[in-house]
């Protein structure tokens, strides 16, 4: 019943990388703009990545640009996350989400979001 759901998290030391996955479902995923947000212990949430509906333009936080890349395989109805060089201050509930047509994650709030995988980086 959940459209969005994500996974692929864990537990992992500095410098490890790691892919989250987000798997769409009841919804036409070509047509949304899908993101990944995070929520870390005592912060607000905020934006990570977003991707366009064929995945020709991304945006990243300039927390995370260089070491994460956001991709979308639309023909499997996924979105990933692939994250390296990971920091302790990555540690975070890792949310995807969804916004209708060009949806602009970074300003707007989606219209869908997934239940969260956590992600722990240790020093």
């Known amino acids: ?50 991707i366009s509906l064929r995945g020709a333009t991304t945006y990243y936080a300039d927390s995370v640009k260089g070491r994460f890349t956001i991709s979308r395989d639309n023909a499997k109805n996924t979105v990933y996350l692939q994250m390296s060089s990971l920091k302790p201050e990555d540690t975070a509930i890792y949310y995807c989400a969804a916004g209708l047509w060009a949806t602009n994650l970074e300003r707007r709030d989606p219209h869908y979001w997934g239940q969260g995988t956590h992600v722990t980086v240790s020093s």
């Not at 537990?11 to 995923?29: I, K, M, N, P, Y």
Request: aromatic share 10%; net charge neutral; proline share 4%.
């Open 1 to 50: 019943q959940v459209p969005l759901v994500e996974s692929g998290g864990g537990l992992v030391q500095a410098g490890d990388s790691l892919r989250l996955s987000c798997t769409v479902s009841q919804l036409t995923f070509s047509t949304y703009t899908m993101g990944w947000f995070r929520q870390a212990p005592g912060k607000e949430r905020e934006f990570v990545a977003s």
